[in-house]
């Protein structure tokens, strides 16, 4: 049974998600830029599934490409793709430099870009499939200036993405996180994953285009 892929898995939304789809009996595939803690996120991620792990950097095309292939290779060809690599952090107008926006840009948008590109035309071959992006920032900040701007693109990539794919069965959203993620919080993991659980098994007739947490 095909399964889903958490590309940007760490210990808060990814793992959550990943445990989130695990406990309908999936198999799921981590993918994290670092090696550094993939094995201990596997174990965490329990409900008996398979999990299959990889590392790429997602501003590398080549390695984000692979790691999904041998990924799908392992696990089956899959049905829902999460995409929450991001890089937080605070800068203010003019505190970064051009080659750090453009930095940021690549992790918030490019990589998500290169990843529905790898996994969403099988989807639409096989007239379904989930592409889900971690949004954020639903009103820019102006000491957030990247990520404002990343997380605007994303806002855009999803409906360019929709109206590329969306026809042919793909069901492309973005679940906007409103505020730190944190267990025990209004903002905890868990409860967030449920949204990502929700958009992939919504109906066509109800599909949303976007979640608010």
């Known amino acids: 049974m095909a399964g ?5 898995a760490g210990p808060g939304i990814g793992q959550a998600v990943a445990r989130r789809f695990a406990r309908e009996g999936l198999p ?4 994290a830029r670092r090696a550094d803690g993939l094995a201990a996120l596997a174990e965490g991620v329990g409900g008996g599934a398979r999990v299959g792990t ?8 080549a ?3 692979a790691a999904l292939d041998q990924l799908a290779a392992e696990l089956g060809p899959p049905d829902a793709v999460i995409y929450n690599a991001a890089i937080v952090r605070a800068d203010a107008p003019g505190e970064l430099s051009a080659r750090g926006h ?6 918030n948008v490019v990589g998500a870009l ?4 790898h996994v969403a035309p099988a989807m639409a071959r096989r007239g379904g499939g989930s592409f889900l992006v971690t949004g954020g920032m639903p009103e820019p900040k102006r000491d957030y200036v990247s990520l404002s701007l990343g997380k605007a693109g994303v806002r855009t990539l999803v409906a360019l ?11 492309v959203a973005t679940v906007t996180v409103t505020g730190p993620v944190a267990p025990g919080t209004d903002f905890d993991p868990d409860d967030i994953a449920e949204h990502y659980w929700r958009l992939h098994t919504q109906p ?3 599909w949303q285009r976007e979640v608010s947490h």
Do not use: F, M, S
């Open 4 to 8: 889903a892929v958490i590309i940007g």
């Open 114 to 117: 290169t990843a529905a590109a």
């Open 54 to 61: 990889e590392t790429a950097d997602t501003t590398d095309e």
């Open 102 to 107: 453009l930095d940021a840009w690549a992790v």
């Open 161 to 171: 993405l929709d109206q590329e794919y969306g026809p042919a069965g793909v069901h």
């Open 63 to 65: 390695a984000l490409r």
């Open 28 to 31: 799921v595939g981590l993918i």
């Open 204 to 206: 066509r007739e109800r």
